[in-house]
Nanobody, 115 residues
């Protein structure tokens, strides 16, 4: 059974930093698949924040230059380093594993950025 477990939730002040982690289990060759971070703010649709496949990364315009996605293929873990956080980054952040046959989501982790 594939599981994605996020961690790193927190409350930070504007301008602060957080690092989120997403550990995958129950699946082999995780390095072959696209891993992504999404977020959903209250009253808004879930949106793609960043994704990584092999060494290639893409980011939403709103986080470019502030967030960095990376992965450790030995630990089957993907990270999201978030710097220069803004109140508008407040949301529940979800990890996603994407493969041709099916996708998997984590349970979500709350990030709150105060003024």
């Amino acid at each position: 059974q594939v599981q994605l477990v996020e961690s790193g939730e927190g409350l930070v002040q504007s301008g602060g930093s957080l690092r989120l982690s997403c550990a995958a289990s129950g699946i082999i060759f995780v390095s072959l698949y696209t891993m992504a971070w999404y977020r959903q703010a209250p009253g808004k649709q879930r949106e793609l924040v960043a994704q990584i496949i092999s060494g290639s990364t893409t980011y939403a315009d709103s986080v470019k230059g502030r967030f960095t996605i990376s992965r450790d293929n030995v630990k089957n873990t993907v990270y999201l380093q978030m710097n220069s956080l803004k109140p508008e980054d407040t949301a529940v952040y979800y990890c996603k594993l994407i493969r041709s046959s099916s996708d998997y989501w984590g349970q979500g982790t709350q990030v709150t950025v105060s003024e």
